[in-house]
Structures are given as C-alpha cells and as structure tokens.
C-alpha cells in the first residue's frame, strides 16, 4: 500500500478572476500518521485548501487523491466531503441543547447499540471529557467544546481529521493543553491530521510537516525545525519568527555588507556581548519588553533597530549601550 494517504496535485480554486482568492498550482503528499500544520496569513487561500482537500469545493484544475483514489467533487456526490475524512470547523457544528454523550455517539450508527457505547465512552475519556458526559454543549466552555467536536469526528474511525483553526476559539490557557492532546490522539490512533492555522506556534509545536502558504501559493513545506531555520523567503522568516528584516543599505550601516537587496534574522542570532570586543558593534538599548523567562530588546546604532534576546533579565536596561553581533544572517 501506497504510504502516502494524500496526494495534491496541480490544485487551483479561484474565487474572483481579476485578484487572487483561493489556491494556485498547489502540490503535495501527506504520509499516512502525518501531522500537518498549513500556515498562512488570513486571505492566503489555507481554508480554501482544506475544503477542497475533504471534497467540499469544486476545483478549477487538479485533483485530490486519497488512499490512490481520486476524492470526488461536491458536483459530483449528493452529500459534499469524503466518507473517512472528519472536518472539524471553527463553530464545531455541535448540536449545542443536546449533551456531550449525545453528541458524540449520534455520529454513530444503531447497527450496534453495545458498540455504540464502548466507542463513545472510550473517545471521551481519550481526550478527557467523561466528566463532561451528562453537560449540554450550552454548559461547556470553548475548550470543551473543541473536544467534543474531536471526539465526534474521532468516534467513527476517521483516518484524517481536518481541523479549521482549531485553536480560535480556545483561550492561551488551554492552547498548549490541546494541543498536546491532538499530539497524542494522533500517535496513539494512527490517524493523520491537517491543521489549518494563523498562528505558526501552532505548526512548530505539533506538527510534523509546515505547509506555508502566502496569496494562494506553497511557498515552502517541511519539517518545522528545518523550515524555522532555513527559511526559503522573507514572509516564511516573519510568519515562523517575527524576524528583522533589512534593506541592503540598513544592513550596511550594521556592517553587514550583502550584494542582495533584503537581509533576515532572527533576535535569538543576535549575539550580545559581555564585553568589548571587535566581533560586535555598539548599540543603544531603546528599549525593553518582558517576555517572562527572557526579555527583548529593540537596539539602534546609525538609526537602524533590530531586536535580540536577553535570557538575564536585568542585565541591559534602557539607554544602556551594548556590544552586539549579528552571528548569522539570511540574503533574500
């Protein structure tokens, strides 16, 4: 068996013929278990993808093959999507006076009553909602709710679970909770996930491949870490981690002399030093902002700012002057 469940081949859906709205020429494969992460600015075409990846959008070009099989078009089947994808949207779809237990195994058929159960049971403690069994949805907060929605689409052995900004409903607290447990759900079952989100923090913390798409095109795809640090363009470098980004003749007047037109790094390369020495250069500390455990600073020299990490808090304050060095950088 093929070990890829899904391929994208050539895949375009345009929306509006004069502006770009939708998705250009996009191709790729997902590995079956895969975790996938499509990441992207609002307005660059990652819901269309994944709509059209399910069945659910008639494309213009291309196609979507699943386990070897081409997924057929909402024209082409009297009920859109495919029968063993899941798509769990931003409202969750729940039934919201039912309860949760009622919820979940109304995805299931009656065929078998006991089986029924098990299942059900089994899904809600997996994502740690049993207590939750007898709660309306009305009752539940936003957190709640998404695992439900999870649980409904889990219950019926989906092999890929589609997840639309899972996240935008969930306060920063739960954020990390869920996604740990889409981590684990997906190790445990086996099955394979495509997340789509706004938020790159939630690409590097769980998946196992980056798809970054900007204005309807694939830009770049790969493993989190590798995308992070070698990024292929200047947005894939902002988006992932905010990074500076440089005109040539700012860059210059850093002493960093680059025949391309944009320099790119990130704070974290930004080496500050204990003493003077000639590796760095004199910068004056603008400012400062606390981000818990480390702080950023906004540096100038020869009116040029860039950002650099200060994990001893305290250590550099405000109108400080500092040694500085920029230990690798990116031409773009």
Same mark, same amino acid.
């Given at each position: 068996?093929?070990?890829?469940?899904?391929?994208?081949?050539?895949?375009?859906? +345009? @929306?509006?013929? =004069?502006?770009?709205?939708?998705? !250009?020429?996009?191709?790729? /494969?997902?590995?079956?278990?895969?975790?996938?992460?499509?990441?992207?600015?609002?307005?660059?075409?990652?819901?269309?993808?994944?709509?059209?990846?399910?069945?659910?959008?008639?494309?213009?070009?291309? =196609?979507?093959?699943?386990?070897? *099989?081409?997924?057929?078009?909402?024209? =082409?089947?009297?009920?859109?999507?495919?029968?063993?994808?899941?798509?769990?949207?931003?409202?969750?779809?729940?039934?919201? @006076?039912?309860?949760? @237990?009622?919820?979940?195994?109304?995805?299931?058929?009656?065929?078998?009553?006991?089986?029924? &159960?098990?299942?059900?049971?089994?899904?809600?403690?997996?994502?740690?909602?049993?207590?939750?069994?007898?709660?309306?949805?009305?009752?539940?907060?936003?957190?709640?709710? +998404?695992?439900? #929605?999870?649980?409904?689409?889990?219950?019926?052995?989906?092999?890929?679970?589609?997840?639309?900004?899972?996240?935008? +409903?969930?306060? #920063?607290?739960?954020?990390?909770?869920?996604? #740990? /447990?889409?981590?684990?759900?997906?190790? =445990?079952?086996?099955?394979?996930?495509?997340?789509?989100?706004?938020?790159?923090?939630?690409?590097?913390?769980?998946? /196992?491949?980056?798809?970054?798409? *900007?204005?309807?095109?694939?830009? +770049?795809?790969?493993?989190?870490?590798?995308?992070?640090?070698?990024?292929?363009?200047?947005?894939?470098?902002? !988006?992932?981690?905010?990074?500076?980004?440089?005109?040539?003749?700012?860059?210059? *007047?850093?002493?960093?002399?680059?025949?391309?037109?944009?320099?790119?790094?990130?704070?974290?390369?930004?080496?500050?030093?204990?003493?003077?020495?000639?590796?760095?250069?004199?910068?004056?500390?603008? /400012?400062?902002?606390?981000?818990?455990?480390?702080?950023?600073?906004?540096?100038?020299?020869?009116?040029?700012?860039?950002?650099?990490? &200060?994990?001893?808090?305290?250590?550099?304050?405000?109108?400080?002057?500092?040694?500085?060095?920029?230990?690798?950088?990116?031409?773009?």
């Amino acid at each position: 068996m093929d070990e890829n469940i899904i391929s994208v081949k050539h895949l375009t859906k +345009q @929306y509006q013929t =004069e502006q770009v709205s939708g998705i !250009i020429d996009i191709n790729f /494969d997902i590995k079956r278990g895969e975790v996938i992460a499509i990441i992207g600015e609002s307005g660059s075409g990652k819901s269309t993808l994944l709509k059209s990846i399910f069945g659910f959008l008639k494309v213009d070009e291309g =196609e979507v093959m699943f386990n070897g *099989k081409r997924v057929l078009g909402p024209h =082409e089947q009297l009920i859109p999507g495919h029968k063993e994808m899941k798509m769990v949207t931003q409202d969750f779809s729940l039934n919201i @006076y039912a309860k949760v @237990y009622d919820n979940i195994a109304s995805a299931l058929s009656n065929t078998d009553v006991k089986s029924k &159960q098990e299942k059900t049971v089994a899904m809600m403690e997996h994502l740690h909602i049993g207590h939750l069994r007898e709660k309306r949805i009305t009752e539940l907060s936003g957190g709640e709710q +998404q695992r439900v #929605a999870i649980a409904r689409a889990m219950v019926t052995d989906t092999k890929l679970l589609l997840l639309d900004e899972p996240f935008s +409903q969930v306060d #920063a607290l739960l954020k990390n909770q869920l996604r #740990a /447990d889409i981590k684990r759900i997906a190790a =445990e079952t086996g099955v394979t996930v495509i997340m789509v989100s706004h938020d790159p923090a939630d690409g590097l913390f769980l998946a /196992d491949q980056l798809l970054l798409i *900007k204005d309807g095109k694939l830009i +770049q795809k790969g493993e989190p870490s590798f995308v992070y640090n070698n990024p292929e363009h200047v947005y894939t470098a902002q !988006i992932l981690g905010n990074a500076v980004v440089l005109h040539a003749e700012e860059a210059a *007047k850093l002493g960093i002399m680059s025949k391309t037109e944009t320099v790119v790094f990130y704070p974290e390369w930004v080496e500050l030093k204990t003493g003077w020495s000639s590796a760095g250069k004199r910068f004056e500390v603008k /400012d400062v902002y606390y981000k818990g455990f480390y702080e950023e600073l906004l540096l100038e020299r020869n009116g040029v700012m860039i950002r650099a990490i &200060q994990l001893n808090r305290g250590e550099h304050k405000k109108n400080d002057h500092v040694q500085a060095n920029i230990g690798r950088f990116l031409n773009f």
